[in-house]
Protein backbone atom coordinates (compact mmCIF):
# COMPACT_ATOMS: atom_id res chain seq x y z
CA UNK A 1 0.00 0.00 0.00
CA UNK A 2 1.31 3.64 0.00
CA UNK A 3 3.31 5.26 2.14
CA UNK A 4 2.11 7.46 5.27
CA UNK A 5 4.61 9.90 3.22
CA UNK A 6 2.75 9.43 -0.29
CA UNK A 7 -0.62 9.59 1.74
CA UNK A 8 -0.23 12.77 3.53
CA UNK A 9 1.22 14.35 0.67
CA UNK A 10 -1.95 13.63 -1.35
CA UNK A 11 -4.17 15.41 1.46
CA UNK A 12 -2.36 18.08 1.42
CA UNK A 13 -2.32 18.63 -2.32
CA UNK A 14 -5.67 18.27 -1.92
CA UNK A 15 -6.50 21.08 0.75
CA UNK A 16 -4.48 23.25 -1.13
CA UNK A 17 -5.95 22.98 -4.54
CA UNK A 18 -2.83 22.03 -5.91
CA UNK A 19 -3.59 19.17 -9.11
CA UNK A 20 -0.74 18.65 -10.71
CA UNK A 21 1.26 18.18 -7.26
CA UNK A 22 -2.18 15.84 -6.17
CA UNK A 23 -1.71 13.81 -10.00
CA UNK A 24 2.06 13.61 -9.77
CA UNK A 25 1.96 11.99 -5.58
CA UNK A 26 -1.43 9.63 -7.16
CA UNK A 27 1.34 8.50 -10.39
CA UNK A 28 3.82 8.03 -7.59
CA UNK A 29 1.54 5.76 -5.34
CA UNK A 30 0.71 3.71 -8.64
CA UNK A 31 4.22 3.14 -9.30
CA UNK A 32 5.03 2.04 -6.12
CA UNK A 33 2.00 -0.66 -6.12
CA UNK A 34 2.95 -1.73 -9.43
CA UNK A 35 6.89 -2.12 -7.79
CA UNK A 36 4.91 -4.51 -4.84
CA UNK A 37 3.05 -6.42 -7.50
CA UNK A 38 -0.38 -5.08 -7.34
CA UNK A 39 -0.74 -4.37 -11.20
CA UNK A 40 -4.16 -4.40 -11.02
CA UNK A 41 -4.51 -1.33 -8.31
CA UNK A 42 -1.88 0.27 -10.43
CA UNK A 43 -3.82 0.18 -13.10
CA UNK A 44 -6.76 1.82 -11.72
CA UNK A 45 -5.06 4.37 -10.15
CA UNK A 46 -3.48 5.73 -13.30
CA UNK A 47 -7.31 5.35 -15.51
CA UNK A 48 -8.70 7.50 -12.31
CA UNK A 49 -5.83 9.75 -13.23
CA UNK A 50 -5.97 10.00 -16.77
CA UNK A 51 -10.13 10.48 -16.64
CA UNK A 52 -9.17 13.46 -13.91
CA UNK A 53 -6.69 15.08 -16.42
CA UNK A 54 -9.14 14.60 -20.10
CA UNK A 55 -11.48 16.95 -17.69
CA UNK A 56 -9.70 19.41 -16.59
CA UNK A 57 -12.10 21.55 -13.63
CA UNK A 58 -11.94 25.46 -13.78
CA UNK A 59 -10.94 26.39 -10.30
CA UNK A 60 -12.17 29.82 -8.54
CA UNK A 61 -10.31 31.11 -5.94
CA UNK A 62 -11.84 33.32 -3.70
CA UNK A 63 -9.60 36.14 -1.44
CA UNK A 64 -9.85 34.23 2.08
CA UNK A 65 -10.67 37.54 4.17
CA UNK A 66 -14.63 37.75 3.05
CA UNK A 67 -13.85 41.54 2.18
CA UNK A 68 -16.17 41.80 -0.30
CA UNK A 69 -18.87 39.46 1.24
CA UNK A 70 -18.83 40.42 4.80
CA UNK A 71 -19.44 43.81 6.24
CA UNK A 72 -18.13 43.94 10.07
CA UNK A 73 -19.18 46.83 12.75
CA UNK A 74 -20.01 47.29 16.27
CA UNK A 75 -22.97 48.56 16.24
CA UNK A 76 -23.97 50.72 19.71
CA UNK A 77 -28.02 50.01 19.53
CA UNK A 78 -29.25 49.37 23.33
CA UNK A 79 -32.24 47.45 23.57
CA UNK A 80 -34.18 50.38 24.39
CA UNK A 81 -33.84 51.80 21.16
CA UNK A 82 -36.48 48.76 19.87
CA UNK A 83 -39.82 49.90 19.57
CA UNK A 84 -42.08 46.38 19.21
CA UNK A 85 -44.92 45.07 20.80
CA UNK A 86 -44.30 43.59 24.34
CA UNK A 87 -44.39 40.00 23.31
CA UNK A 88 -42.02 40.55 20.20
CA UNK A 89 -39.61 42.01 22.88
CA UNK A 90 -39.90 39.43 25.48
CA UNK A 91 -38.73 37.05 23.12
CA UNK A 92 -35.54 39.30 21.79
CA UNK A 93 -35.03 39.86 25.87
CA UNK A 94 -35.10 36.01 25.93
CA UNK A 95 -32.90 35.04 22.90
CA UNK A 96 -30.15 37.76 25.35
CA UNK A 97 -30.64 36.37 28.54
CA UNK A 98 -29.92 32.46 26.58
CA UNK A 99 -26.39 33.75 25.17
CA UNK A 100 -25.65 34.97 28.24
CA UNK A 101 -26.22 32.10 30.49
CA UNK A 102 -25.23 29.98 27.85
CA UNK A 103 -22.72 28.07 30.23
CA UNK A 104 -25.73 27.57 32.77
CA UNK A 105 -27.58 25.30 29.84
CA UNK A 106 -24.82 23.84 28.57
CA UNK A 107 -23.78 22.28 32.43
CA UNK A 108 -27.68 20.74 32.10
CA UNK A 109 -27.13 19.48 28.31
CA UNK A 110 -28.80 22.40 26.94
CA UNK A 111 -27.90 24.55 24.07
CA UNK A 112 -28.83 28.53 23.72
CA UNK A 113 -31.20 30.03 20.94
CA UNK A 114 -28.74 31.11 18.09
CA UNK A 115 -30.28 30.43 14.64
CA UNK A 116 -32.67 33.20 13.94
CA UNK A 117 -34.93 33.84 11.13
CA UNK A 118 -36.52 37.48 11.23
CA UNK A 119 -39.60 37.56 8.43
CA UNK A 120 -41.54 40.66 7.63
CA UNK A 121 -42.21 43.78 5.52
CA UNK A 122 -39.20 45.80 5.08
CA UNK A 123 -38.56 48.83 7.56
CA UNK A 124 -40.09 47.03 10.14
CA UNK A 125 -36.77 46.56 12.87
CA UNK A 126 -35.29 43.35 11.15
CA UNK A 127 -32.12 44.60 10.82
CA UNK A 128 -32.07 46.83 13.68
CA UNK A 129 -32.62 43.92 15.74
CA UNK A 130 -29.77 42.20 14.96
CA UNK A 131 -27.69 45.58 15.57
CA UNK A 132 -29.21 45.11 19.15
CA UNK A 133 -28.51 41.96 19.67
CA UNK A 134 -24.76 42.61 18.37
CA UNK A 135 -24.66 45.66 21.21
CA UNK A 136 -26.12 43.59 23.99
CA UNK A 137 -23.92 40.74 23.29
CA UNK A 138 -20.96 43.19 23.10
CA UNK A 139 -20.32 41.62 19.71
CA UNK A 140 -19.44 42.67 16.34
CA UNK A 141 -21.83 42.30 13.93
CA UNK A 142 -20.49 40.57 10.79
CA UNK A 143 -23.12 41.40 7.53
CA UNK A 144 -23.28 38.94 4.57
CA UNK A 145 -23.49 40.39 1.13
CA UNK A 146 -26.34 38.26 -0.76
CA UNK A 147 -26.26 40.30 -3.57
CA UNK A 148 -22.39 39.63 -3.87
CA UNK A 149 -22.28 36.15 -2.43
CA UNK A 150 -25.28 35.18 -5.36
CA UNK A 151 -23.22 34.34 -8.65
CA UNK A 152 -24.44 33.17 -11.88
CA UNK A 153 -21.26 30.94 -12.19
CA UNK A 154 -22.12 27.20 -11.36
CA UNK A 155 -20.20 26.32 -7.95
CA UNK A 156 -19.01 30.06 -7.45
CA UNK A 157 -22.26 30.40 -4.57
CA UNK A 158 -21.93 27.55 -3.30
CA UNK A 159 -17.92 28.15 -2.77
CA UNK A 160 -18.56 31.69 -1.27
CA UNK A 161 -20.89 30.06 1.26
CA UNK A 162 -18.42 27.09 2.43
CA UNK A 163 -15.93 30.30 2.97
CA UNK A 164 -18.52 32.18 5.17
CA UNK A 165 -19.11 29.37 7.38
CA UNK A 166 -15.61 28.77 7.93
CA UNK A 167 -15.23 32.19 8.81
CA UNK A 168 -18.32 31.75 11.26
CA UNK A 169 -16.39 28.91 12.99
CA UNK A 170 -12.99 31.07 13.48
CA UNK A 171 -14.39 34.62 14.30
CA UNK A 172 -17.02 35.39 17.06
CA UNK A 173 -20.14 37.87 16.33
CA UNK A 174 -23.49 37.89 14.83
CA UNK A 175 -23.51 37.27 11.62
CA UNK A 176 -26.88 39.01 9.64
CA UNK A 177 -27.72 37.25 6.03
CA UNK A 178 -30.22 39.95 4.86
CA UNK A 179 -31.99 39.19 1.87
CA UNK A 180 -32.10 35.92 2.88
CA UNK A 181 -34.61 34.59 0.26
CA UNK A 182 -32.14 34.65 -2.31
CA UNK A 183 -30.90 31.63 -1.32
CA UNK A 184 -33.42 30.48 0.44
CA UNK A 185 -36.25 30.17 -2.11
CA UNK A 186 -38.89 27.30 -1.81
CA UNK A 187 -36.81 24.22 -3.84
CA UNK A 188 -40.29 23.63 -5.81
CA UNK A 189 -40.80 26.30 -7.60
CA UNK A 190 -41.05 26.07 -11.23
CA UNK A 191 -38.81 29.17 -12.09
CA UNK A 192 -35.87 27.75 -9.57
CA UNK A 193 -32.96 26.43 -10.91
CA UNK A 194 -30.85 22.99 -9.83
CA UNK A 195 -27.51 25.28 -8.88
CA UNK A 196 -29.90 27.72 -6.16
CA UNK A 197 -31.27 24.33 -5.33
CA UNK A 198 -27.63 23.33 -4.09
CA UNK A 199 -26.45 26.27 -2.72
CA UNK A 200 -29.95 26.19 -0.50
CA UNK A 201 -29.11 22.25 0.18
CA UNK A 202 -25.64 23.58 1.15
CA UNK A 203 -27.06 26.05 3.81
CA UNK A 204 -29.01 23.51 5.50
CA UNK A 205 -26.18 21.37 5.73
CA UNK A 206 -23.68 24.10 6.97
CA UNK A 207 -26.17 25.86 9.58
CA UNK A 208 -27.23 22.22 10.69
CA UNK A 209 -23.30 21.03 11.40
CA UNK A 210 -22.08 24.66 11.95
CA UNK A 211 -20.53 23.96 15.98
CA UNK A 212 -20.01 27.37 17.09
CA UNK A 213 -21.42 29.51 19.27
CA UNK A 214 -22.06 32.44 17.33
CA UNK A 215 -25.44 33.58 16.72
CA UNK A 216 -26.91 33.30 13.00
CA UNK A 217 -29.61 36.13 11.95
CA UNK A 218 -31.52 35.41 8.48
CA UNK A 219 -33.99 37.93 7.74
CA UNK A 220 -36.58 37.87 4.78
CA UNK A 221 -38.78 40.61 3.58
CA UNK A 222 -40.62 37.56 1.75
CA UNK A 223 -41.06 34.69 4.02
CA UNK A 224 -43.54 32.69 1.77
CA UNK A 225 -40.82 32.22 -0.75
CA UNK A 226 -38.80 30.63 1.61
CA UNK A 227 -38.51 26.45 1.40
CA UNK A 228 -39.74 24.82 4.42
CA UNK A 229 -37.21 22.62 5.27
CA UNK A 230 -35.53 26.17 6.43
CA UNK A 231 -38.06 26.83 9.25
CA UNK A 232 -36.83 23.46 11.58
CA UNK A 233 -33.10 24.36 11.27
CA UNK A 234 -33.87 27.53 12.93
CA UNK A 235 -34.34 27.68 17.00
CA UNK A 236 -36.38 30.76 16.68
CA UNK A 237 -38.63 32.60 14.05
CA UNK A 238 -39.70 35.68 14.86
CA UNK A 239 -42.37 37.98 12.43
CA UNK A 240 -42.15 41.49 12.17
CA UNK A 241 -45.60 43.44 11.50
CA UNK A 242 -45.82 46.87 11.06
CA UNK A 243 -46.26 49.23 14.03
CA UNK A 244 -49.43 49.11 15.63
CA UNK A 245 -50.86 52.24 17.90
CA UNK A 246 -49.03 52.18 20.33
CA UNK A 247 -45.42 51.38 19.18
CA UNK A 248 -46.22 54.54 16.89
CA UNK A 249 -46.77 56.37 20.03
CA UNK A 250 -43.67 55.48 21.59
CA UNK A 251 -41.88 55.51 18.62
CA UNK A 252 -42.47 58.87 17.48
CA UNK A 253 -42.18 59.99 21.13
CA UNK A 254 -38.80 58.44 21.30
CA UNK A 255 -37.75 60.24 18.12
CA UNK A 256 -38.75 63.35 18.68
CA UNK A 257 -37.15 63.24 22.18
CA UNK A 258 -36.33 66.77 22.84
CA UNK A 259 -38.05 68.09 20.37
CA UNK A 260 -40.98 66.47 20.72
CA UNK A 261 -43.94 69.44 21.65
CA UNK A 262 -46.14 67.90 24.29
CA UNK A 263 -48.70 70.90 23.50
CA UNK A 264 -49.78 69.33 20.33
CA UNK A 265 -52.07 65.79 20.27
CA UNK A 266 -49.72 62.77 19.83
CA UNK A 267 -52.77 60.81 19.11
CA UNK A 268 -53.08 63.12 15.82
CA UNK A 269 -49.76 61.82 14.89
CA UNK A 270 -50.33 58.23 15.61
CA UNK A 271 -53.50 57.90 13.35
CA UNK A 272 -51.40 59.98 10.26
CA UNK A 273 -48.79 57.72 10.72
CA UNK A 274 -50.83 54.71 10.47
CA UNK A 275 -49.56 51.77 7.87
CA UNK A 276 -46.26 52.78 7.90
CA UNK A 277 -43.13 50.86 8.63
CA UNK A 278 -41.17 51.91 11.48
CA UNK A 279 -38.61 53.03 9.39
CA UNK A 280 -40.72 55.56 7.17
CA UNK A 281 -41.79 57.05 10.65
CA UNK A 282 -38.05 57.32 12.03
CA UNK A 283 -37.73 59.11 8.58
CA UNK A 284 -40.62 61.39 8.55
CA UNK A 285 -39.86 62.70 12.35
CA UNK A 286 -35.95 63.33 11.29
CA UNK A 287 -36.92 65.22 8.25
CA UNK A 288 -39.35 67.40 11.29
CA UNK A 289 -36.47 67.80 12.96
CA UNK A 290 -34.54 69.21 10.32
CA UNK A 291 -36.81 71.34 9.35
CA UNK A 292 -37.06 72.73 12.76
CA UNK A 293 -33.62 73.36 13.25
CA UNK A 294 -33.52 75.30 9.94
CA UNK A 295 -36.70 77.68 11.27
CA UNK A 296 -34.26 78.18 14.64
CA UNK A 297 -37.11 76.67 16.22
CA UNK A 298 -36.86 73.63 19.01
CA UNK A 299 -39.89 72.14 19.12
CA UNK A 300 -41.04 70.23 16.21
CA UNK A 301 -44.52 71.45 15.14
CA UNK A 302 -47.51 68.71 14.59
CA UNK A 303 -48.39 70.98 11.58
CA UNK A 304 -44.98 70.06 9.94
CA UNK A 305 -44.88 66.33 11.34
CA UNK A 306 -48.30 65.44 9.87
CA UNK A 307 -47.19 67.01 6.36
CA UNK A 308 -44.26 64.67 6.55
CA UNK A 309 -46.35 61.61 7.45
CA UNK A 310 -48.61 62.31 4.82
CA UNK A 311 -45.46 62.47 2.43
CA UNK A 312 -44.86 59.14 3.22
CA UNK A 313 -48.20 57.66 2.91
CA UNK A 314 -48.03 59.18 -0.67
CA UNK A 315 -45.03 57.43 -1.59
CA UNK A 316 -46.34 54.17 -0.08
CA UNK A 317 -49.29 54.34 -2.72
CA UNK A 318 -47.20 55.16 -5.26
CA UNK A 319 -44.94 52.17 -4.94
CA UNK A 320 -48.30 50.46 -4.77
CA UNK A 321 -49.33 51.02 -8.00
Known amino acids: MATAEQIKALIRSHLNEEQE?????????????ARHGHTELAHEIRQLVDRAKSKPAVVIKFPNEL????????????????????DMKARVERIILEF?????????????????????????????????????????????????MV???????????????DHIREVPGVYLFDEFDAIGGERSLENDVGEMRRVLNAFLQFIE???????????????????????????DVLHYDLPGKEERSRLIANLLGTYYNKNFSLKKAVDVASGLSHAEIDR??????????????????????????????????????
Open 67 to 86: SGLIISEKPAVPLEALVLSK
Open 284 to 321: ACRDAIKLAVLQSKNRVTLKSLTELLNERQEAYQIRGE
Open 100 to 148: RQQNKLKSHGLTHRRKILLSGAPGTGKTMTAKVLASELKQPLHMVQMDR
Open 21 to 33: QFITTALQVAAHE
Open 151 to 165: TKFMGETSAKLRQIF
Open 209 to 235: NDPSDNLIVAATNNPRLLDRALFRRFD
